[in-house]
């Protein structure tokens, strides 16, 4: 079994502490710039788990900036080339947040999550099968559990506060909260950027099933991409080699996690359940073999 040391909670007395959501703790550095940390906290179901996945938050880092920079003529992000070193000058507090720790531009946050669907699955599977939609958007008859569509789909959501879940809604309604000019912005670019994505990860061996992408902008409203792009908790990957239509493939995400709490009696409502030391170190090995998968 492999023994890694977790991070649950950072603890950067050195800055303010701006929040802590479901998996990064927030530190105000000046007016124009925050630093993030990614801990080893994992959500599912919306609900924080007790227990962390060592090496997770590494993990995540490692990927979403890979994807940052190979993604960064389609759209600017947040990143700053400012180095760790020039802003936590205490030794404990840098060895802490090595490796997991970014250093990014104060953006106003959009409050929705840009989804974006290639194949038929989880939630859209299910909603497909009561209504022959997904999310409102109508599909052809027949299709099979885990089938690629025809092309992707644009399926938004709310973003929810700690604790409570996330709500899709339709496109009209992500018009009406942001304007159209900024919501065409959004569903244009995510579909370019998972199409984009999609392509390199295919001749990695990753099927990138479905993904969320979150959006801020700066002063002069110009788009950024922002939080974390096209990790294991963002999104669904798939072994290209084990996928077959009409299963639900084995995955390099957190989906793991989730088919595990299905099998509890558990109401998906906080407090969550803990995770058995064989089930976390299994997801953490599913993560760092996507990382050298795309990024080695």
């Known amino acids: 079994m492999t023994i890694l040391t977790a991070l649950y909670e950072s603890h950067l007395p050195s800055l303010h502490l701006r929040a802590r959501g479901k998996v990064r703790d927030i530190y105000d550095i000046d007016d124009q710039y925050m630093l993030i940390v990614t801990t080893d906290r994992l959500s599912a179901f919306d609900v924080i788990l007790p227990n962390p996945i060592p090496d997770k938050g590494r ?3 490692t990927v979403s900036n890979f994807w ?3 993604l960064h003529d389609i759209i600017p992000n947040h990143l700053t080339h400012i180095p760790l070193e020039d802003i936590l000058t205490d030794t404990a507090e840098y060895l802490q947040v090595q490796g997991r720790a970014i250093i990014v531009k104060k953006l106003t946050p959009l ?3 840009a989804i974006v669907r290639g194949y038929l699955i989880g939630s859209g599977w299910k909603d497909y099968q009561l209504t022959g939609k997904v999310c409102g958007i109508s599909l052809p008859d027949g299709l099979q559990q885990a089938e690629k569509l025809p092309e992707p789909i644009f399926t938004p959501s709310t973003k929810a506060a700690v604790g409570q ?3 899709n809604v339709s496109f009209e309604q992500i018009v009406a909260l942001l304007g159209q000019s900024i919501a065409n912005q959004v569903r244009d670019v995510s579909l370019k950027l998972y199409k984009e994505a999609s392509a390199y990860a295919k001749g990695r061996g990753i099927i990138i099933a479905d993904t969320k992408f979150e959006f801020g902008v700066n002063d002069e409203g110009k788009l950024h991409l922002i939080d974390e792009v096209l990790t294991p908790d963002s999104s669904r990957f798939w072994a290209a080699d084990e996928y ?3 299963i639900n493939p084995p995955s390099f995400d957190k989906q793991y996690v989730r088919d595990y709490l ?3 009696d558990w109401n998906k409502t906080a407090p969550a359940p803990e ?4 089930v976390a170190d299994q997801c953490a090995k599913k993560y760092r073999e996507a990382e050298i998968r795309l990024t080695r």
Do not use: N
């Open 165 to 167: 879940h996330d709500e």
């Open 262 to 264: 299905e099998t509890l």
């Open 111 to 113: 409050p929705v999550e």
């Open 59 to 61: 993990v995540l880092t």
């Open 275 to 278: 995770l058995p030391i064989e």
């Open 244 to 246: 077959k239509v009409g």
């Open 68 to 70: 940052f920079a190979k």
